[in-house]
T-cell receptor, first 116, second 114 residues
Framework: AQSVAQPEDQVNVAEGNPLTVKCTYS??????LFWYVQYPNRGLQFLLK??????LVKGSYGFEAEFNKSQTSFHLKKPSALVSDSALYFC??????????????FGQGTTLQVKP | AAGVIQSPRHLIKEKRETATLKCYPI?????VYWYQQGPGQDPQFLIS???????DKGSIPDRFSAQQFSDYHSELNMSSLELGDSALYFC?????????????FGNGTRLTVT
């Protein structure tokens, strides 16, 4: 069965410092991987995705993620955090064979707190 | 750009009542997904539709049903509501079930059952 793990409930960083939000996955075959951000009482906003090719994927708002097949990881990164980045972040996986359904399986979520 | 529209934004119901949540996908998106997010939880997949047919089913209670209409909007019907049904319900849409397309989420309907 597909699963996604985000080992940290919360990540705290100081504004201007680099941030990393961790994600590991367990799927059969090669997955499609996604990161979403959720602000309070709002829907999930798409940040970036990994489909194939370059292991470093760049997305919205300066975020990027690194796909590591051997470690089955897809960590979210940003070189310089902003206070406005504080939110709930979800990693998600979609099985490449899911053409008939396409549903996403989400990790538990990680709260990012960026302090001034 | 047009986004996924969900209505209502907030809904308060009593136990054993029924509720109907509506979702209007992005134009030309033919696939709709419903998710339930409890407090402090990750979104849990309920059900999806492609071209007005159910395409997948997740952890949706038998008390719930859903459908997608000819204009591609979808409705989630919830009956015999329980306190545990209180959650944020999200609808998402994507085009043509392509594996590599992201799901676009609405802002959700917050259901409170008292």
């Amino acid at each position: 069965a597909q699963s996604v793990a985000q080992p940290e409930d919360q990540v705290n960083v100081a504004e201007g410092n680099p941030l990393t939000v961790k994600c590991t996955y367990s799927v059969s075959g090669n997955p499609y991987l996604f990161w979403y951000v959720q602000y309070p009482n709002r829907g999930l906003q798409f940040l970036l995705k990994y489909i194939t090719g370059d292991n470093l994927v760049k997305g919205s708002y300066g975020f990027e993620a690194e796909f590591n097949k051997s470690q089955t990881s897809f960590h979210l990164k940003k070189p310089s955090a902003l206070v406005s980045d504080s939110a709930l972040y979800f990693c998600a996986v979609r099985d490449r064979g899911s053409g008939n359904t396409g549903k996403l399986i989400f990790g538990q979520g990680t709260t990012l707190q960026v302090k001034p | 750009a047009a986004g996924v529209i969900q209505s209502p934004r907030h809904l308060i119901k009593e136990k054993r009542e029924t509720a109907t949540l509506k979702c209007y996908p992005i134009p030309r998106h033919d696939t709709v997904y419903w998710y339930q997010q409890g407090p402090g939880q990750d979104p849990q997949f309920l059900i999806s539709f492609y071209e007005k047919m159910q395409s997948d089913k997740g952890s949706i209670p038998d008390r719930f049903s859903a459908q997608q209409f000819s204009d591609y909007h979808s409705e989630l019907n919830m009956s015999s509501l329980e306190l545990g049904d209180s959650a944020l319900y999200f609808c998402a849409s994507s085009p043509q079930r392509r594996d590599n397309s992201p799901l676009h989420f609405g802002n959700g309907t917050r259901l409170t059952v008292t």
